[in-house]
């Protein structure tokens, strides 16, 4: 244990010292998260496995909005919320229907795509809020069969390649729908009448629709959004999470089915409203959550498909993101807007083929993994993987590799078994050093891989991890006297 080492703390402060040591954390891997009355913790955590081992899918928004590509009448910001962003009244919108013919389209080809970037599931909008669906719905006539001339079911066609290519197929399905007559509020802009408009009968579209999906497709996920109108409540996202829970017991679905989601941040109590996992949005939280979550991100800055958006993020960019995502405990969604010809841009084909050859190589280090158990690393990021007979694998990610040719790693209180360079395997072994508290590992002075490099280090047991003290204040104005706490974590 930690007490054969001991932080020294020279203060020169007349303060008041409480020492409050140790405090044991949970790991923030560790899920508490159970849906309201519908699970055992146990039950819970069967049904999450596949996605936790999962860590890295593709989001796809594709829609009638990929016909404007971004642009109305000389206005070029918008994409999947076009018809709201540039005020297109509904009938104008529809215009898009015969416009709507994406030729290129082939499933075969966009599940390739995120397979070799290594994914392993796809959410694609069954129906985005402008109502348009991408399957052949009974429901309606607003979808790609009866009212495009494309005339192929995409989300058919896409669960069959998922199927054959081993991807999970799983669903985003907006609860906001602005062309459906039953659903309100309206847009304030709108002149549409709301007269005899009945929000109970688009509930019952709404889960009719879900009712084919699911039974037809078999989703792994039903992703939901649009959730935050003041039609929908607490009460209504607790009857659609359990209807789809009965219609497919081992769904899994998002917090956004009901009203807990915490803005973008994605947070929500997961004991206290419906949901199986947080949704931050175009953010990475700054630590773990304490229950599984999924952070979605754009890899320009739309969702839907924008021909004037060429923010690209870079590559290694999106491969830090999916190592800090993935040392929290999070899964990374990671999106591509189709154009209307049914092409993935090439700037997101190119970064995710060059995601896809890192992780062909270190995707051990994210795959099945939990979450770091240091609270802070200066130069980088970690996971975890217990090994079959009790021992712990680290994957430390360098993302600020030390010329030096000295990685430190402090606090780390097991014994040491082996450390190596994950790309160069078991046998490529690195000459460790104690040094007090910290573990010097011997490492080239370059950077083996220009995006990330990954050390493993297998240590005997679970990891025990003795954090640096930390001085906190309640005050930062310091004039003479100011009274801190010396907070020390050890975490097992
Ligand atoms: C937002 C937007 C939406 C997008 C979604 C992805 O909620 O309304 O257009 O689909 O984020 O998370």
């Known amino acids: 244990m930690g007490s054969k080492r001991h932080w020294r703390i020279f203060i020169n402060l007349a303060v008041v010292i409480s020492l409050l040591c140790p405090l044991v954390l ?73 416009q709507f013919n994406p030729v290129k389209f082939n499933a075969n080809e966009w599940v390739r795509i995120a397979k070799e970037a290594g994914m392993k599931y796809i959410v694609i909008t069954s129906k985005h809020h402008d109502g348009f669906c991408l399957w052949d719905s009974k429901l309606t006539d607003y979808d790609v069969i009866d009212a495009t001339p494309f ?193 993935i841009p090439r700037p997101s084909v190119e970064r995710l083929q060059q995601m896809g050859d890192w992780l062909k190589v270190n995707g051990e280090s994210i795959y099945g993994t939990t979450a770091s158990p240091f609270r802070k690393l200066q130069w980088g990021r970690c996971t975890q993987k217990q090994l079959a007979n009790g021992d712990t694998r680290l994957y430390l990610h360098v993302l600020d590799w030390p010329t030096n040719g000295k990685l430190e790693l402090s606090g780390l209180d097991n014994k040491l078994l082996k450390a190596f360079l994950l790309a160069r395997g078991e046998h490529s072994s690195l000459r460790t050093t104690r040094k007090g508290n910290d573990l010097i590992i011997d490492v080239p002075s370059q950077a083996p891989d220009p995006m990330v490099s990954v050390v493993a280090l297998d240590i005997k047991g679970k990891p025990i991890v003795i954090e640096a003290p930390e001085i906190v204040a309640d005050s930062d104005t310091f004039v003479d006297k100011v009274q801190v706490a010396i907070k020390s974590d050890v975490s097992f």
């Open 26 to 98: 949970p790991s923030c891997a560790e899920s508490t998260s159970t849906s309201p009355e519908i699970d055992t913790k146990q039950q819970h955590d069967k049904r999450m496995a596949w996605w936790r081992e999962a860590r890295f899918g593709m989001f796809i928004h594709w829609g009638l909005y990929a016909v404007p590509a971004g642009e109305w009448k000389g206005t070029t910001n918008h994409a999947e919320w076009i018809l709201t962003t540039a005020q297109i009244p509904v009938k104008e919108y529809e215009k898009f229907c015969p």
């Open 151 to 343: 005339k192929r079911d995409i989300l058919r066609e896409l669960t069959g390649e998922c199927k054959k290519q081993g991807i999970r197929m799983c669903f985003y399905h907006s609860i906001m729908d602005w062309h459906h007559p039953d659903y309100l509020p309206r847009r304030d802009w709108e002149k549409r009448s709301s007269e005899g408009a009945d929000f109970s009968r688009y509930v019952a579209y709404m889960k009719g629709q879900v009712t084919e999906i699911i039974e037809q497709y078999d989703p792994g996920v039903l992703w939901f959004d649009g959730e935050w109108e003041n039609t929908w409540d607490a009460d209504l996202g607790d009857d659609l999470y359990a209807y789809v829970r009965s219609l497919k017991p081992d769904i899994i679905v998002n917090n956004r089915v009901s009203k807990g989601r915490a803005g973008m941040a994605g947070t929500y109590d997961p004991k206290k409203f419906s949901g199986d996992f947080g949704t931050p949005e175009q953010e990475i939280p700054a630590t773990g959550l304490g229950y599984d979550w999924e952070t979605c991100m754009t890899i320009n800055n739309h969702w839907g498909y924008n021909k004037h958006d060429d923010n690209w993020k870079p590559t290694e960019d999106l491969i830090h993101k999916l190592v800090d995502i993935a040392s929290k405990g999070g899964n990374f969604l990671l999106n591509v807007g189709p154009t209307a010809e049914g092409l």
